[in-house]
């Protein structure tokens, strides 16, 4: 059984993206070495990329031109996008699934192979979160205050609690925390 790992970048005051989708500007101040490796380990271990339409469609208007070894695992790996309202995806790999994200998910993770990631995507994580889909939260904690932007985390039916399974400290200020729902 796969597991369902969530992937963000997130500012101290919340937010994943500025006030406008795609607004991730402030990802340029912790972006280096140390960053890169995690992220390409983090998609040499990724089977499958879950995205919903509105970072979908930032992440397919810039990989496909991007270079480089990032740029390489995200259009080769396979992506499933969630939208009632695309037509098609065009990004290399991309399957468009309009129906049940949860019940899809649920499908997706029965299945053998490496696990699945969901990149960005506020919306369709708070969904399976509402659902107990999610195994494990990765969390890029930012020293920065945007003071507006979309939340990373939406309005939820109830409280979670989670349990730390590792806080990685880099050199730009930057932390990786690692969680996992807390079940006792």
Known sequence: MRKLIMWNMVTIDGFFEGPKAGDIAWHDYVWGEELKRFSTETLKSAGMLLFGRVTYQVMASYWPTATGEVAN??????????????????????????????AEVAALKQQSGKDLFIFGSA??????????????????????????????????????????????????GCVILRYEPFNG
């Open 73 to 102: 695992f995200m259009n080769s790996i396979p992506k499933v996008v969630f939208s009632t309202t695309l037509h098609q995806a065009e990004w290399s790999n991309t399957r468009l699934v309009k129906a049940n994200a949860q």
């Open 123 to 172: 919306a369709l994580s708070s969904s399976l979160m509402a659902h107990g889909l999610i195994d494990e939260y990765r969390l890029g904690l930012t020293p920065v205050v945007l003071g507006a932007g979309n939340p990373l985390f939406k309005v939820a039916p109830k409280s979670s609690r989670m349990k730390l399974l590792e806080a990685r400290p880099l050199k730009s």
